[in-house]
């Protein structure tokens, strides 16, 4: 049986608890305040119950230890502002409290570090700063890690030239060849972009004369230059097919190689690119049929500036943006939401103002509500083309108004906006400046032995001993209470 020196075991017995190598004193019925909890439900027969010194040892954080411990006592549950987010939770999680417990008053501190893990678990994900997987981590992608010839130790040939192809073409900065392969990739997506916006310049594009007999009189005719349609020149037809053999040469490479056929076939970007890629192969078809006189043919063709968006993979900052802008996407739609209102709402205003006061119908600019949503759109964006414009006084007070709330409207959520941005890239330069290899901690082996009291005393040594024993529990426990009183009264 445990000797317990300090007197009582009621309810209103006081305890020690030491966190950490702090000392905390309270009284048995403050813990019995919350249910359910770790702190209510201590016994002597725990294992982290020391008997020779009557105290419980908890190798846990001292400081969030004691706003749990004030929660206990006063029932309002504060955040400590010297802890992280993600520690304090581990704490509340380890003592049984839950995190809807804290305070209003410290809950946007307490949010903040809930955010900071949130942005960068999506930073995570995007896996900006990979420069090279890992071997196992690559197999693991492939799903090759419970593969019984890599458990042997030996994977075919073919798996292995796949792993280096894909690091190759989807690792940009992994190796020398890969960075070549960006650059050539890069390269030839400028190219047939400045090709696109270069075909539609004048100089570069040739004209089809067509001639018409015209019959003067009976005897003598003339020939009539009529104009037909343009061509490009040649050359940016050689230039096209060599960029587009590129692009179907990599496309069909990174499927092959693709550990996940399925995810491939659904990233935004890869659909661009093999769109872009078929059409103009769909297009050359066309022109071999002679049926490529459809102007709608060259406005799908435009697709190909879509290619841009591939170099998003590979600059983070890029990412950074997108990533930002899809994390505010719904401040972004309320935005776009009262911008309608307003718009529709000060477009009906001010056609019917300009049709009511205007002296002479002819001179009103706004001739049915479309014009006015035209105007208001230009007008509350801030950009103010000049094509339409109200003459009377009520349509000009009506436009200076729609200006005024397009300032509001438009500016009053930007800075929630910016701020997510500045979030991602502050986040994202301090990653950058992390070591690329961190030590990890090991889980250490527990051998905490449960302690306990001299209960036999069968001759007088054992008795001297238990005595000394007791003086100096006794010493020691008075010695705290004296220390406790003297850091009351201080």
């Known amino acids: 049986m ?6 009582n075991s009621d309810i209103d017995a006081r305890i020690i608890l030491n966190v950490g190598g702090t000392r905390f004193e309270t009284l048995k019925s403050t813990l019995k305040k919350l249910p359910a909890t770790r702190l209510s439900k201590l016994t002597e027969q725990l294992s982290y119950y020391d008997p020779i010194l009557n105290e419980y040892f908890f190798d846990r954080h001292p400081g969030v230890f004691s706003q749990v411990l004030n929660y206990y006592r006063t029932g309002k549950l504060h955040y400590p502002l010297n802890v992280c987010g993600p520690l304090f939770e581990d704490e509340l999680s380890y003592w049984g409290l839950q995190r809807e417990d804290v305070e209003p008053c410290c809950w946007m501190t307490y949010t903040k570090h809930r955010s900071t893990a949130e942005t960068l678990l999506i930073l995570d994900s995007l896996e900006l700063d990979t420069v090279r997987s890992s071997q196992q981590e690559v197999i693991k992608k492939f799903g090759w890690d419970d593969n019984f010839d890599y458990v042997q130790g030996h994977l075919p040939k073919y798996k292995k030239l796949m792993m280096i192809i894909w690091q190759i073409f989807e690792e940009p900065r992994s190796s020398t060849i890969a960075k070549v392969i960006t650059v050539i990739s890069i390269f030839f997506i400028l190219v047939s972009i400045l090709s696109f916006v270069l075909q539609t310049l004048s100089m570069f594009r040739i004209t089809d004369i067509d001639f018409v007999t015209v019959y003067i009189n009976k005897t003598s005719t003339d020939r009539t230059p009529t104009l037909s349609r343009q061509h490009v020149h040649p050359s940016f037809d050689v230039v096209e097919w060599i960029c587009n053999t590129w692009f179907i040469f990599e496309i069909m490479t990174r499927f092959i190689v693709s550990p996940n056929k399925k995810v491939f076939c659904k990233s935004t970007l890869n659909i ?15 022109t071999k049929l002679n049926v490529n006189d459809n102007e709608a043919l060259d406005l799908l063709s435009t697709i190909r500036i879509m290619r841009l968006f591939k170099l998003f993979n590979h600059h983070p900052g890029l990412k950074v943006i997108i990533t930002s802008m899809s994390y505010s996407s719904s401040v972004l739609w309320l935005l776009i939401f009262f911008i309608l209102i307003a718009v529709a709402i000060f477009a009906s205003l001010i056609y019917y103002a300009e049709r009511m006061t205007t002296k ?11 014009d006015a949503l035209w105007f208001n759109i230009i007008t509350m964006s801030t950009i103010g083309y000049g094509d339409l414009y109200p003459k009377t006084m009520l349509g000009m007070l009506i436009g200076a108004v729609a200006t005024v709330a397009g300032v509001l409207i438009i500016d009053l959520p930007m800075p929630i906006i910016v701020e997510s941005f ?3 890239y502050t986040h994202l330069r301090a990653r950058s400046k992390l070591p690329k290899t961190r030590r990890k901690v090991g889980i250490a082996e527990s051998t905490t032995t449960k302690r306990t009291p001299i209960t036999a005393m069968d001759n007088g040594q054992n008795l001297k001993l238990l005595g000394q024993s007791a003086k100096t529990s006794m010493f020691t426990n008075k010695t705290m209470v004296n220390n406790n009183i003297m850091s009351s009264v201080a």
Request: aromatic share 26%.
């Open 2 to 7: 445990a000797v317990n020196l300090l007197g």
């Open 272 to 286: 661009i690119d093999f769109l872009a890629t078929f059409w103009f192969y769909f297009t050359w078809a066309l």
């Open 360 to 370: 002479h119908p002819e001179e009103n600019m706004f001739g049915s509500i479309p």
């Open 422 to 424: 500045a979030n991602f």
